[in-house]
């Protein structure tokens, strides 16, 4: 069931090693140590295909001019060099879509 969910409600994207990750966009104010707003960032939401238990699971965030933000606290399970693919292929994809491709 929740896999079905995935394709309904979510993206797809796959990387150059073969493996695909299921995604979700929402906003995510970014606020200050006074709790005011000072950005609004799109929060993509990653999970693995395939993966129940949450292990490579992770939330990347850009701005809306395009470029990626990376909170220094952000805990993930997902490699460093998985997250540099995450974000080229989020790129290219947007590109595409953008250049009505």
């Given at each position: ?11 797809q994207?796959?990387l ?6 299921y ?10 140590a006074?709790?005011?707003n000072?950005?609004?960032l799109q929060e993509y939401?990653f999970?693995?295909?395939?993966d129940?238990?949450?292990?490579n699971s992770?939330?990347?965030y850009?701005?809306?001019d ?5 909170f220094e606290?952000?805990k ?6 998985t997250?540099?693919l995450?974000k ?5 994809k947007e590109?595409k879509e953008v250049?009505g491709?």
């Amino acid at each position: 069931m929740r896999d079905s969910l995935k394709h309904v409600f979510s993206n797809q994207v796959v990387l150059e090693d073969g493996s695909s990750f299921y995604y979700s966009i929402s906003p995510n104010e970014l606020k200050n140590a006074l709790g005011y707003n000072i950005a609004v960032l799109q929060e993509y939401n990653f999970s693995k295909n395939g993966d129940e238990s949450g292990q490579n699971s992770c939330k990347l965030y850009k701005t809306k001019d395009g470029n990626w933000y990376d909170f220094e606290d952000a805990k993930t399970t997902v490699e460093k060099g998985t997250l540099g693919l995450l974000k080229s292929a989020i790129d290219t994809k947007e590109n595409k879509e953008v250049a009505g491709l």
